[in-house]
């Protein structure tokens, strides 16, 4: 992930950033919440909620490492 966050960023698609950070950081956002509302692999995950996860997740990673405007 962190070479594909790199060629994006030299593309100009991302701001200039450490792309091995910026990938912890959306792996984060990702599972972090998927661990608390799954109770830690407890309880199954809908698909709805999957997608509500992933889409605020990236929403937030783009908010810090999206492209200025």
Request: charged share 25%.
């Amino acid at each position: 992930m962190a070479g594909r966050l790199a060629r994006l960023s030299l593309a100009g698609r991302l701001r200039p950033c450490a792309p091995e950070r910026a990938a912890e950081q959306l792996l984060a956002l990702l599972t972090a919440p998927l661990e608390a509302r799954s109770r830690l692999g407890t309880r199954r995950v809908s698909a709805a909620e999957l997608k509500s996860v992933a889409d605020g997740a990236v929403d937030t990673f783009l908010s810090a490492f999206g492209p200025r405007t």
